[in-house]
């Protein structure tokens, strides 16, 4: 499935209506997409871990681990910080040592970067919290640095130290490491609609090729970067910052992780917010199918909201939406046909693949439909790919060097090991595209084909779908955005459903993602929680 992380973004009010796809932002940084039509599975929780118990439904469910540490695990848990400057005022760094095998704690070890801005606050702090954009592959370390360690309410960071782990496999968490940036350039164009058999072969060549690059340059870490992996990761950094139990805000796939740990440490449950939830009992082609109707629900909004607009586009003042799609379409097939120039460095033009990405990206976030429309505006109208090509860009990570960080690589590792591949193979692919393009009848059959991401993969999966119930939990908030594109709601009332204490919390709006992003009830809601513990009522609901 599509990355879901949020977005890099900084804040300057509280009140600011300004956002970025899972929190409110001004435009002081670029928003970085998150999805990725080339990595499309997403990452359910592995099973494995801690066991699973059968239920009436037929999926298995996650089960908890032993209370008492095995003595294994001591040294890991009993290790000291060492804390120094990180070279950006007011956060300190540190690594931590976890087990790359948890089954074989003596085989070896992965080194963790770790952040903290202390509590600023006069008052006792309440403790850590743990914050995670999603991804996977997102640098939750980065998020706390530019966003939440200076952008979260000023009431919220001066009771807690606010904390950071990048997860393993992560940006400086001993990345995963796979193509150069000539190779990833290669692989983002690729044609991921192919029209005959020899546009699919060159796909499932790309798919091969960044499996097997993959698999040379990280062959040791693939096999130990799953959910579960890191949730367990998140348990000794909890013990090591001397907490009794985990605060944490986790968005988008970060709410797989911190779902996760609370299923695998329900006692250790503190204050958890899951923003942008994620529903851990789907296989992979059931994600992938939800989420493309996810991203037309989003692209409907847009195609109302440009209507209305005299310089949309993609269609006259007034059009329908239905009319609104079906002449992007026709741009993304003029594309296919005719890449266009974008006045890049590197020479690149728009194709299609990189024209869907860079629409696709604009619909995390209604703030971003304006560049959305600008950039469409110079493409169709002027022969200039370049503004699609930057929202491409931002999304997959590529700076203007021609360098991506490891973000599509720790994507697909992550979850390439927590569910088996949604298809087996092109055939299946192809039957399967008449129901994910009723689904997106624009996007439908990109999001299809990029499913065959993990199918090539040269790690065979350790998990499978779950329900997460954490039993003897405390109230954890999940919160759901009713258009969210990446993370459909209808994933957010499923996991509140699942989880033993949930309290679902729903935001009435577009975007990805609730909390900060300019609903005063949203915010209220959850700043009270982390403050207080007092969760929102059950089903309130927000605008």
């Not at 150069?180 to 044609?191: I, L, R, V």
């Not at 060549?205 to 130990?224: D, V």
């Not at 992938?288 to 310089?311: M, P, V, W």
């Not at 429309?373 to 700076?399: F, M, T």
């Amino acid at each position: 499935m599509h990355i879901r992380r949020t977005p890099r973004r900084t804040r300057i009010h509280r009140q600011s209506r300004s956002r970025s796809h899972t929190r409110a932002r001004t435009s002081a940084l670029t928003t970085a997409a998150l999805l990725s039509a080339a990595a499309l599975l997403v990452s359910a929780c592995s099973a494995p871990a801690g066991g699973s118990t059968s239920t009436s439904a037929g999926i298995a469910e996650l089960a908890a681990l032993p209370r008492s540490t095995p003595s294994t695990l001591a040294p890991y848990y009993d290790q000291k910080l060492s804390w120094r400057s990180c070279g950006v005022p007011g956060f300190q760094c540190a690594t931590m040592k976890a087990p790359l095998d948890y089954a074989k704690p003596g085989a070896g070890d992965v080194r963790l970067a770790v952040a903290r801005k202390k509590a600023t606050g006069k008052t006792a702090p309440l403790g850590s919290l743990l914050v995670n954009p999603g991804g996977p592959g997102g640098s939750a370390v980065d998020y706390l640095q530019q966003y939440a360690g200076i952008g979260y309410p000023s009431e919220v960071r001066a009771r807690y130290d606010m904390v950071a782990m990048d997860p393993r496999g992560v940006a400086r968490s001993e990345p995963v490491e796979c193509l150069d940036g000539p190779q990833m350039d290669k692989y983002t164009e690729t044609d991921v609609t192919p029209d005959d058999q020899q546009e699919t072969q060159e796909l499932v060549g790309e798919y091969n090729k960044f499996a097997e690059e993959c698999g040379a340059h990280s062959a040791a870490l693939l096999r130990h970067v799953s959910t579960a992996d890191s949730a367990r990761d998140m348990d000794i950094l909890r013990a090591v910052l001397g907490d009794p139990k985990l605060n944490y805000v986790g968005a988008s796939y970060g709410t797989f992780l911190g779902a996760t740990y609370a299923g695998l440490f329900p006692e250790r449950v503190g204050r958890v917010v899951l923003d942008g939830a994620m529903d851990p009992s789907l296989s992979a082609r059931q994600m992938n199918l939800e989420q493309t109707a996810g991203f037309e629900t989003a692209f409907q909004s847009f195609a109302k909201d440009c209507a209305k607009r005299a310089d949309c586009p993609l269609g006259a003042k007034g059009s329908s939406p239905a009319q609104i799609a079906d002449n992007l379409s026709a741009f993304f097939r003029k594309l296919d046909a005719h890449p266009i120039p974008t006045g890049d460095a590197d020479g690149r033009k728009l194709t299609e693949s990189l024209g869907t990405t860079g629409v696709i990206a604009a619909m995390y976030d209604q703030a971003e439909w304006g560049q959305l429309r600008d950039s469409l505006h110079a493409a169709i109208k002027e022969n200039d790919g370049a503004g699609l090509l930057a929202l491409s860009d931002s999304y997959y990570e590529r700076d203007p060097d021609g360098h991506y960080s490891n973000l599509m690589f720790a994507n697909a590792a992550v979850n390439c090991l927590d569910l088996p591949p949604a298809f087996t193979g092109p055939g299946q692919v192809a039957k399967a595209l008449p129901e994910f393009e009723k689904a997106s009848p624009v996007f439908g059959a990109n999001l299809a084909w990029a499913s065959l991401n993990c199918t090539y993969w040269p790690v065979r999966a350790t998990g499978e779908p779950h329900r997460i119930e954490a039993k003897g939990a405390a109230p954890i908030v999940v919160v759901g955005t009713t258009r969210d594109p990446a993370t459909p709601y209808p994933w957010a009332r499923s996991l509140a459903g699942q989880l033993s204490s949930a309290r679902l919390l729903t935001y009435v709006g577009d975007g990805h993602t609730a909390y900060g992003r300019g609903s005063t009830c949203i915010d209220s809601a959850i700043d009270t929680y982390l403050l207080k513990g007092t969760p929102p009522q059950q089903g309130k609901r927000c605008s």
